[in-house]
């Protein structure tokens, strides 16, 4: 199943079809010259998106949420 994590309702929709015990969270926008280029966009699918997976997760009683980060997070 596929699901923009924009799309709170289908992220919810998809999560509670499939009730998972574990959720590994990679879906991010993590180019780091496209986040310089479009901040405003990158920053709402990385954070928004993540609050949309972590609220379906919660509402479907899932155990653990495994959330990857890069070394992109770190300044030069």
Do not use: Q, W
Request: charged fraction near 15%.
């Amino acid at each position: 199943m596929n699901a923009d994590i924009l799309d709170k309702s289908r992220v919810e929709s998809v999560m509670a079809s499939v009730k998972p015990e574990i959720v590994i969270h990679l879906a991010a926008i993590h180019f780091i010259p496209y986040c310089n280029e479009h901040p405003y966009s990158s920053s709402d699918i990385n954070i928004r998106g993540t609050m949309h997976v972590l609220d379906a997760a919660a509402a479907n009683h899932v155990k653990k949420v495994f959330f990857a980060s890069t070394a992109a997070v770190y300044p030069i």
